[in-house]
């Protein structure tokens, strides 16, 4: 389980700096849209994968939220 902390962490302060944001900024963000869940989820996927796909499924994921 704390691998899957850590990484979600990973995912939150990449996804602030590709975003050029802050951290609390980035933290509403993934509340709102359940996306610590999202990675749970995925957890298997993800950490296979680069920080720019990450970034950018995250993104989708969101967006596909927010329509």
Known sequence: ???IID???FCLENYKQVHNMTGK???AI???NDVF????K????????GE??????????IESRVN
Do not use: Q
């Not at 970034?55 to 989708?60: A, E, L």
């Open 37 to 40: 869940d999202y990675i749970k």
């Open 7 to 9: 990484f979600t962490v």
């Open 1 to 3: 389980m704390d691998r």
């Open 52 to 61: 720019g796909y990450i970034i950018k499924d995250i993104d989708r994921y």
């Open 30 to 32: 993934f509340d709102e």
């Open 42 to 49: 995925f957890y298997d996927i993800f950490h296979t994968t």
């Open 25 to 27: 900024d980035a933290l």
